[in-house]
């Protein structure tokens, strides 16, 4: 694939850290998709380790992992090794890196290569933004200097970037989710709520809006679906509050769960809730939008502008309570037309704005401007 490809086509290395699941990897892998079906010969390109989520799918040759652990410092050069003689035999035209500890390893491993590609670079943790002290965060900086365009995930994180960065400017540029059947809705309504387990994410705010919604009478489930955080006891004490709130019987918090598995809950939902209290543009968002859920979602990050200001969706504010929470979500569940239209407005704007398709265009559209450009520089 890398050897016989035609030479005309725009040539583009997508790179994080590892493909394991969560937004930004999926994001990552999502782009790769997108613009192999627009005729660029894309790569992506796994710093550490590809993960299940690549090795699952159909599509693993379009991917290479280059086998870097973070605790083991020979290895990381090995794979900066590795990188650079990918770059050096595939001769890209583009590398977008996401992720911020992502970054500095392409920098460094270019380092004095002649006719390096241009670099665009994507900083998609909303909670922390330049966040490194001391030689970390000199390092972050002149690899933010080395790329031609730098972007956040969202208006907020663009604009904290490109103030602590001291950057002349920074884009926008938001993620794209595939194209996919409208969920078949089962009674009674199931909630969804999709996120990483942990408190930046809000999840006990669902918790105790249910409390609030089995007092008031209604009838409901609610499934909580995401990754626990490493190292951290939350995911039990987030189990341990449901059973507190005697609501084991109607909410399911099985953790992570594979594609087959999350498909199966996703394609019974009626209604999609996100509770963070801090985000760029979650992917989880976007994919039960996708799916024509009923929204109703904190206004963080530009969860406005996926929602269209409020009109594909009902946003609540960003440190809403849980009975304001209930509230919101006992209009949906008492009126099903109310679901159903929101669902289908929430659908129309994925499809239009946030598919991969879109997302994949909007990306080929920044690497052909700044190719035509003779000159370098965070533009």
């Not at 050069?77 to 970054?103: E, M, N």
């Not at 950057?167 to 990483?196: C, N, Q, T």
Request: hydrophobic share 40%; charged share 25%.
């Amino acid at each position: 694939m890398i050897d016989g490809t035609p030479r005309e086509a725009l040539r583009v290395l997508q790179v994080i850290g590892s493909f394991e699941g969560g937004g930004a990897q999926r994001q990552a892998f999502n782009l790769v998709l997108g613009l192999d079906d627009l005729g660029v010969n894309v790569l992506g390109v796994a710093v550490r380790r590809l993960g299940d989520f690549v090795r699952w799918n159909r599509w693993q040759s379009k991917f290479v992992e280059l086998g870097a652990d973070r605790h083991r410092p020979l290895t990381l050069l090995r794979a900066a090794y590795r990188f650079r003689l990918l770059v050096r035999r595939w001769r890209p035209d583009a590398i977008h890196v996401q992720g911020s500890d992502t970054l500095p390893f392409v920098c460094y491993a270019l380092r004095g290569t002649r006719n390096r590609p241009r670099i665009f670079f994507t900083w998609q943790d909303s909670g922390r933004v330049l966040h490194q002290q001391g030689h970390a965060r000199k390092r972050m900086l002149r690899a933010l200097a080395d790329c031609e365009e730098v972007f956040g995930s969202s208006s907020d994180v663009a604009s904290r970037l490109m103030e602590a960065g001291r950057l002349p400017s920074v884009g926008i540029f938001h993620g794209g989710v595939p194209e996919s059947l409208p969920a078949r809705p089962v009674a009674p309504p199931l909630i969804l709520w999709i996120g990483r387990l942990e408190p930046a994410k809000g999840p006990e705010l669902l918790v105790r809006a249910a409390s609030e919604l089995r007092r008031l009478g209604v009838s409901f489930r609610v499934a909580m679906i995401g990754r626990p955080h490493p190292g951290s006891s939350y995911f039990e004490e987030l189990r341990d509050l449901i059973r507190q709130k005697g609501l084991d019987d109607l909410i399911a918090c099985p953790g992570y769960v594979d594609d087959e598995g999350l498909e199966s809950w996703i394609s019974q939902a009626s209604i999609g809730v996100q509770s963070s209290r801090t985000e760029g543009l979650s992917m989880a968002l976007l994919e039960q939008m996708m799916r024509g859920l009923a929204i109703v979602a904190t206004d963080v990050g530009d969860t406005s502008v996926a929602l269209d200001g409020g009109r594909c969706g009902i946003l609540i504010p960003r440190e809403a309570d849980p009975v304001a929470l209930a509230g919101r979500l006992e209009e949906l569940i008492r009126d099903p037309e109310l679901r159903r239209t929101l669902g289908g407005w929430a659908r129309e704007r994925a499809i239009a704005k946030f598919s991969i398709q879109a997302m994949a265009q909007r990306a080929h559209r920044i690497y052909e401007r700044a190719l035509r450009s003779p000159t370098m520089g965070t533009s």
